[in-house]
């Protein structure tokens, strides 16, 4: 990764750091609400990697995290889905489950 590119993405993480976190060039971790579509389904029926391409890092739900989890744990309304993809994965992401 060049200077140029680190430096870029340091500006992107403390501009924007509610909306995305660019780790490295073209992989992005960022937060969606459970879209309405998954409400109620366990997250292997989801099935949001195969539709994105994107992976499910955690869950919120209120103030507490459920890291890396498990593929039959429920999705609920008001729960937050924190994702990591591409820019393009991203968008799929947006377009396809939002």
Known sequence: MSYASMGANKIVNILKPDEILMLV?????????????????????????RKTGCNVI???????????????????KNEELILIGTAEAEKEFKKVLS
Do not use: H, M, W, Y
């Open 25 to 49: 060039e073209g992989l992005n971790v960022f937060k969606a609400p459970v879209p309405a579509s998954l409400t109620g389904k366990i997250l292997a029926e989801s099935q949001i990697r």
């Open 58 to 76: 955690a869950i919120r739900s209120g103030v507490s995290f459920n890291v890396n989890p498990d593929p039959t744990v429920k999705l609920k």
